[in-house]
């Protein structure tokens, strides 16, 4: 089993931008998602993508600024992050799935990457 790796995640000012990746080398999952784990916090869904025709899910607190692709190529995904705020600080993970439904819960993805700091300094 080939679990995500992520990338991406640094320190940035309130209002910058940010894209996160995750790759599978080697390996294509059916359905990739993103999650985020404040301080203290329990882990919640931000977005997730199907490969086969590109559909997307958000969460509702994402308003526009958050964009999940994928390459299919490179069997990487992306999420895109802009308008960064302060409770945008988090641990981001990414999922992925052979199931082919496009799940929102962390129950529905069997693979998990090591997830990457993102840290928004206000």
């Known amino acids: 089993q080939v679990q995500p790796v992520e990338s991406g995640g640094r320190l940035v000012q309130a209002g910058d931008s940010l894209r996160l990746s995750c790759a599978t080398s080697?390996?294509?999952?059916?359905?990739y998602g993103w999650f985020r784990q404040a301080p203290g916090q329990e882990r919640e869904f931000v977005a997730s993508i199907r490969g086969g025709d590109g559909y997307t899910r958000y969460a509702d607190f994402v308003k526009g600024r958050f964009t999940i692709s994928r390459d299919n190529a490179e069997n990487t995904v992306y999420l895109q992050i802009n308008s960064l705020k302060p409770e945008d600080t988090a641990v981001y993970y990414c999922a992925a799935t052979n199931v082919g439904t496009i799940g929102q819960e962390a129950t529905d993805f069997g693979s998990w990457g090591q997830g990457t700091q993102v840290t928004v300094s206000s």
């Open positions: 080697g390996r294509t999952y059916i359905s």
